[in-house]
């Protein structure tokens, strides 16, 4: 049983700064690609970003690009997102996810196990 917790969600300010972190147990952590998406209100849930299984390929959202940065550190199983210069648009639960494949997806429906999301709120 894998299990995935997400920390790090809160309320900030419209320009502002957050790191999500998604510690992952049970199994062999540097065996998953790892993924964020995201859920906002009456929205359906979005890939956010992704990164292979030894970190060295990642992805994002276009509406992500040069503002968030995902990252993992296979040595304490936990997957990072940080996410600079938020926009009120970023606001949304946030999920982490994990992959038993090398290469992250952009498709949810490829990822095997899920974190119950932690909440970021921007305000503008």
């Known amino acids: 049983q894998v299990q995935l917790v997400e920390t790090g969600g809160g309320l900030v300010q419209a320009g502002g700064s957050l790191t999500l972190s998604c510690a992952v147990s049970?199994?062999?952590?540097?065996?998953?690609?790892m993924g964020w998406f995201r859920q906002a209100p009456g929205k359906e849930r979005e890939f956010v970003a992704g990164?292979?299984?030894?970190?060295?390929?990642?992805k994002y959202t276009d509406p992500v690009k040069g503002r968030f940065t995902i990252s993992r550190d296979n040595a304490k199983n936990t997957v990072y997102l940080q996410m600079n210069s938020l926009k009120p648009e970023d606001t949304a639960v946030y999920y982490c996810a994990a992959a038993e494949i090398h290469y992250s997806s952009t498709y949810a429906t490829n990822y095997d196990y899920w974190g119950q999301g932690t909440r970021v709120t921007v305000s503008s």
């Open positions: 990164i292979s299984v030894n970190g060295r390929s990642t």
């Open positions: 049970g199994r062999t952590f540097s065996g998953y690609a």
